[in-house]
């Protein structure tokens, strides 16, 4: 037709357009909604386009955005041009004011490529069905996401707000309702509309939403400026704005496209594994106040609203950037474990390559589960949402293409026969799943219902297209996939407080009514450790059985704000597995497996819930030995160990538990899986991140294995107990020993007061005839049982010679030595009969140590002399232990914490040498660590758990 009888249409302000026909459809293309931002727009928000007097042609459509071309011969050809902020329109024959339904479609493309003019999204068959439909674009690459210094982010975003702005303004002079719009959009735009979705700016601009794969991941700010240098080094540019925009456009577009197709150069650039693309929308604190589907959560708590909602994504999503390229056979088990460590999943099992495994598991974190997820938030907050899933497998690339993403675009538009529509689809699609499909998605616009029932909590449906017949399936009847019977990592927190019964639910989803107990008896055995801190019983007790499962919780728990105290044997006398009120306990106690023995080298990996004997039992069947040994060996775990780097009574040969880790692996509060897991002893490859979460007591994270260095198994033991005339001999004798005894596992001295009170309780009899001011207990650990007898039976015969060891008892069975232990061992009786106790594990110097005992008894005996005041150590470490009781809880345990800590401080030493600080030294830890020392534990407590959800208010206040 001639422009005499071509449509046209007349603006709110005046102006007008010209537009064409086709098959009796009104066809506008190319109308421009803002200025072109460049020149001084240039990285700027949209401006609109100002009024016009007259009628403008709009009969062909203006440039897409700036963007690298698909084909890969087109290798100096950008597609583009800077007048791209416009939007195209298919409208049915009908009257300005006539009230039809609007759709607003938002183009995919990763945030770099991608435009509407494209004939796979042509609207005319939705206008057929009686809706207007639009088709908008914005700014891609650099230009609308990249993070530039004094520039807004979110450019492209700004520009989709600004193209529904126009659409508000004037979609009625082609007949359409603004308060009828439905947008949708496929993956990054899908992706971007749920960004919109959670910000104020977005309201009342439309009021259903259809979500295609949404691709909802988000950058930090951080995040942003890692990818901003990335470009500008890839592009040989200064990172700036300035540079930027003097950079010609096909050096930056070059850029973007080799980091978005290369995923090892985003990763040599800083860039994480789990982002396919270099740029996404950037979490500002401004125009995208906090991810999606939390900010979604929030706008939708403070401005109630009836949006409606459909959402789904396709079966083989993934299969998209790998089948075609062939990359799926190239990619590694190393590309596999990238991704699984940094995004905190489990690995796959039962895939048959690591191509297969990483492309099903990367089809359900970025697009499976935020579409599941949104759904979910929809159902809570909006009302019931729709939910479907694409599974018809295309036959193209061999029939390997399958249920890609962006297979449903042309089933969805009706457009089969279009280049991009074969090129997903092939020549032989099934047009009756197109246009089953179409119809859905035009019913929905147009009556907010696309034919099946929405799914709800109570009865979760998903609609399946996987043919022309229908097919409706309840996700009660089928397993969840592994990523879906856990919360990804990304998923962000309600804000909102939640009872315990809603707790509960959310993680019997990801660990199963079995390991989720709220009955009285378990409550109450998970109440509080060996501490005199106040027995408080947890929430709930949950009990994961794999670190994948601990993971999973601590990620329900950081998204619902819940409080964890992590719980392993409860043998800890700092009170730092004790419960708060509010709080979960997370016991270990199944994650209780000994997984893997080095038997060459003397390593062994092990799950954190082993107990320390059953451990050491184990390698002691092969041959080995785990030497640390503590007298709550039979109960307590080496996760606990580690978590307070036990020392025990054999530190003087093997060193603390940090000597014999080699590597931890930790659930992050966030409930991603950081793997330090390291079987090497001469590692030097960068910061060793292992001791962070040793001796941090769970405030960071969650150990749940470790693999730990073994010693050869002694075929000898040796003990002797000998009674001392002094301290100062026994310092004399340790060294003297030391010296002549490379054997010498253990040196442990105890005061006279200390043996006498053991003996009482233990009921043996006296191991001296006359007491004597100091004794020590002495063992070996050797390789020739004569051999080391001799050489402990000449050093103490020397000893005894020469007036340090004033008699002394050489073990002759291993029952002797036994019973020698019994008196050192007696500990956890004493424990029990001096109840309310004080009890200390401090470290002093052994220059200051008996100077020590002797003030701080003098004066706990000046001011309690009816109670017993003990004294006993590891002294060839420093560790001595203190221990008095029983006194009365009217505040003495108090005045003497602060008269021992004090003494401490005062000595040199260290308020706490085994055990911890937990909650019952947290006060007196200024004694020990400089203020700028605390500062630099909260700096940290802030980077791994900023929500500080995990061990809350354990050794230090997080602010």
């Known amino acids: 037709m001639n422009a005499k009888h071509a449509p046209e249409v007349r603006l709110a302000h005046g102006g007008g357009l010209r537009g064409a026909w086709l098959d009796g459809v009104r066809v506008f293309k190319g109308v421009r909604y803002a200025q072109p931002p460049f020149g001084a727009l240039r990285f700027e928000a949209p401006v609109p386009v100002p009024a016009w007097a007259g009628v403008r042609d709009a009969s062909s459509f203006g440039p897409v955005a700036f963007q690298w071309p698909r084909d890969p011969q087109a290798q100096d050809d950008p597609r583009g041009g800077e007048d791209a902020l416009r939007l195209n329109i298919w409208a049915p024959d009908?009257?300005?004011?006539?009230?039809?339904?609007?759709?607003?479609?938002?183009?995919?493309?990763?945030f770099f490529r991608g435009g509407a003019s494209d004939p796979l999204y042509d609207g005319a068959s939705f206008a057929r069905q009686g809706v207007v439909f639009v088709s908008i674009q914005y700014r891609l690459g650099v230009d609308g996401f990249a993070h530039l210094p004094s520039a807004p982010d979110n450019r492209g975003l700004l520009d989709q707000l600004a193209a529904l702005q126009w659409v508000q303004a004037f979609i009625s002079a082609w007949g359409g309702d603004p308060e009828r719009v439905t947008v949708f959009g496929q993956s990054a735009?899908?992706?971007?509309?749920?960004?919109?979705?959670?910000?104020?700016?977005?309201?009342?601009?439309?009021?259903?939403?259809?979500?295609?794969?949404?691709?909802?991941?988000?950058?930090?700010?951080?995040?942003?400026?890692?990818?901003?240098?990335?470009?500008?080094?890839?592009?040989?540019?200064?990172?700036?704005?300035?540079?930027?925009?003097?950079?010609?456009?096909?050096?930056?577009?070059?850029?973007?496209?080799?980091?978005?197709?290369?995923?090892?150069?985003?990763?040599?650039?800083g860039m994480s594994a789990r982002n396919?693309?270099?740029?996404?929308?950037?979490?500002?604190?401004?125009?995208?106040?906090?991810?999606?589907?939390?900010a979604m959560a929030d706008e939708w708590t403070a401005a109630p609203r009836r949006l409606q909602i459909l959402v789904g994504s396709n079966a083989q999503e993934m299969r998209l950037y790998y089948v075609p390229t062939d990359a799926l056979s190239r990619l590694t088990a190393t590309d596999l474990e990238d991704f699984v460590r940094e995004a905190g999943l489990p690995m796959p099992a039962g895939q048959e390559s690591p191509g297969a495994a990483l492309c099903a598991l990367q089809s359900e974190y970025?697009?499976?589960?935020?579409?599941?997820?949104?759904?979910?938030?929809?159902?809570?907050?909006?009302?019931?949402?729709?939910?479907?899933?694409?599974?018809?497998?295309?036959?193209?690339?061999?029939?390997?293409?399958?249920?890609?993403?962006?297979?449903?675009?042309?089933?969805?538009?009706?457009?089969?026969?279009?280049?991009?529509?074969?090129?997903?689809?092939?020549?032989?699609?099934?047009?009756?799943?197109?246009?089953?499909?179409?119809?859905?998605?035009?019913?929905?616009?147009?009556?907010?219902?696309?034919?099946?029932?929405?799914?709800?909590?109570?009865?979760?449906w998903t609609r399946t297209f996987d043919g022309p017949s229908r097919k409706l399936a309840s996700a009660h009847s089928q397993p969840m996939s592994p990523i879906e019977s856990r919360e990804a990592v990304f998923m962000s927190r309600q804000n909102t407080a939640l009872s315990v019964e809603e707790v509960r639910e959310a993680l019997v989803g990801v660990l199963g009514e079995s390991r989720v107990l709220q009955d009285p008896g378990r409550l109450e055995a998970h109440s509080g450790d060996w501490s005199e801190a106040k027995r408080v019983r947890p929430s709930l007790v949950i009990c994961p059985r794999t670190p994948q499962e601990v993971a999973s919780a601590l990620a329900v728990c950081s998204r619902l704000g819940q409080q964890v105290v992590v719980q392993g044997g409860l043998t800890g006398l700092a009170g730092g597995a004790t419960p708060c009120n509010g709080e979960i306990a997370l016991s270990l106690a199944r994650l209780n497996a000994v997984e893997d023995l080095d038997e060459v080298a003397g390593t062994v990996r092990v799950q954190a819930g082993v107990v320390l004997e059953e451990l050491q039992q184990?390698?002691?069947?092969?041959?080995?030995?785990?030497?640390?040994?503590?007298?709550?060996?039979?109960?307590?775990?080496?996760?606990?160990?580690?978590?307070?780097?036990?020392?025990?009574?054999?530190?003087?040969?093997?060193?603390?538990?940090?000597?014999?880790?080699?590597?931890?692996?930790?659930?992050?509060?966030?409930?991603?899986?950081?793997?330090?897991?390291?079987?090497?002893?001469?590692?030097?490859?960068?910061?060793?991140?292992?001791?962070?979460?040793?001796?941090?007591?769970?405030?960071?994270?969650?150990?749940?294995?470790?693999?730990?260095?073994?010693?050869?198994?002694?075929?000898?033991?040796s003990t002797a107990l000998c009674a001392l005339p002094s301290f100062e001999a026994a310092t004399q004798l340790v060294r003297d020993l030391q010296r002549a005894l490379p054997a010498l596992s253990a040196f442990e001295v105890m005061w006279s007061d200390?043996?006498?009170?053991?003996?009482?309780?233990?009921?043996?009899?006296?191991?001296?005839?006359?007491?004597?001011?100091?004794?020590?207990?002495i063992e070996t650990l050797g390789a020739d049982d004569l051999a080391d007898r001799e050489a402990l039976e000449r050093a103490l015969g020397q000893a005894l010679d020469s007036g340090l060891v004033a008699d002394v008892i050489v073990a002759q069975s291993v029952e002797d030595s036994r019973r020698l232990w019994t008196y050192r061992e007696a500990v956890g009786e004493?424990?029990?009969?001096?109840?309310?106790?004080?009890?200390?594990?401090?470290?002093?110097?052994?220059?200051?140590?008996?100077?020590?005992?002797?003030?701080?008894?003098?004066?706990?005996?000046?001011?309690?002399?009816?109670?017993?005041?003990?004294?006993?150590?590891?002294?060839?470490?420093?560790?001595?232990?203190?221990?008095?009781?029983?006194?009365?809880?009217?505040?003495?345990?108090?005045?003497?914490?602060?008269?021992?800590?004090?003494?401490t401080e005062r000595a040199g030493g260290c308020i706490s040498a085994e055990h911890g600080i937990g909650v019952v030294k947290k006060e007196f830890l200024p004694h020990s660590r400089t203020g700028e020392e605390l500062d630099a534990m909260r700096s940290l407590k802030l980077l791994f758990d900023p929500a500080n959800i995990l061990n809350a208010g354990r050794v230090f206040d997080a602010a």
Not at 94 to 110: C, I, K, N, R, T
Not at 227 to 236: D, E, L, P, T
Not at 242 to 252: F, G, N
Not at 276 to 291: A, H, K
Request: aromatic share 8%; net charge positive; charged share 20%.
């Open 94 to 110: 009908a009257p300005p004011g006539a009230h039809l339904p609007v759709m607003v479609w938002v183009h995919g493309g990763g």
């Open 189 to 269: 735009g899908a992706g971007a509309l749920a960004c919109l979705m959670g910000m104020p700016a977005s309201r009342g601009l439309f009021h259903r939403a259809i979500l295609q794969s949404p691709s909802i991941a988000c950058q930090s700010v951080d995040e942003a400026i890692v990818a901003f240098r990335a470009i500008a080094s890839v592009a040989g540019i200064e990172p700036t704005r300035l540079a930027m925009a003097a950079a010609p456009i096909t050096v930056l577009l070059q850029a973007v496209h080799a980091l978005a197709s290369d995923p090892r150069l985003r990763k040599a650039h």
């Open 366 to 460: 970025f697009y499976s589960t935020p579409a599941r997820r949104i759904a979910e938030l929809a159902d809570a907050h909006l009302g019931p949402a729709y939910r479907y899933l694409f599974s018809w497998r295309s036959p193209q690339c061999g029939g390997r293409l399958g249920a890609a993403h962006g297979v449903e675009l042309p089933f969805v538009f009706a457009n089969l026969h279009t280049p991009m529509g074969r090129e997903f689809a092939g020549a032989a699609a099934p047009g009756e799943l197109a246009r089953e499909m179409h119809e859905a998605w035009a019913r929905f616009a147009k009556e907010g219902d696309p034919g099946w029932p929405a799914h709800t909590s109570a009865r979760p």
């Open 754 to 777: 200390y043996l006498a009170a053991a003996t009482q309780i233990t009921s043996l009899r006296r191991p001296f005839e006359e007491d004597h001011p100091v004794y020590v207990l």
């Open 830 to 903: 004493l424990l029990g009969a001096l109840k309310p106790f004080a009890a200390f594990d401090v470290g002093i110097p052994m220059s200051r140590m008996q100077e020590f005992v002797e003030q701080v008894g003098r004066d706990l005996r000046q001011l309690f002399p009816d109670q017993k005041h003990l004294f006993f150590g590891h002294i060839g470490d420093g560790n001595l232990h203190v221990l008095s009781g029983p006194h009365s809880a009217n505040g003495s345990l108090h005045e003497i914490e602060k008269m021992v800590y004090l003494a």
């Open 618 to 717: 184990w390698v002691e069947k092969r041959d080995w030995t785990f030497p640390l040994d503590l007298g709550a060996r039979g109960s307590c775990h080496v996760g606990g160990n580690a978590a307070t780097n036990a020392g025990g009574n054999r530190v003087i040969r093997f060193g603390t538990m940090r000597e014999r880790v080699l590597g931890l692996e930790v659930a992050l509060p966030d409930g991603r899986l950081l793997s330090m897991l390291n079987r090497v002893t001469k590692n030097t490859t960068g910061i060793d991140l292992k001791h962070l979460f040793i001796g941090s007591e769970g405030t960071l994270g969650v150990i749940t294995r470790l693999d730990l260095k073994l010693s050869p198994k002694p075929t000898s033991s």
């Open 276 to 294: 396919l693309f270099p740029l996404r929308p950037v979490v500002d604190g401004r125009i995208l106040r906090t991810e999606p589907l939390q």
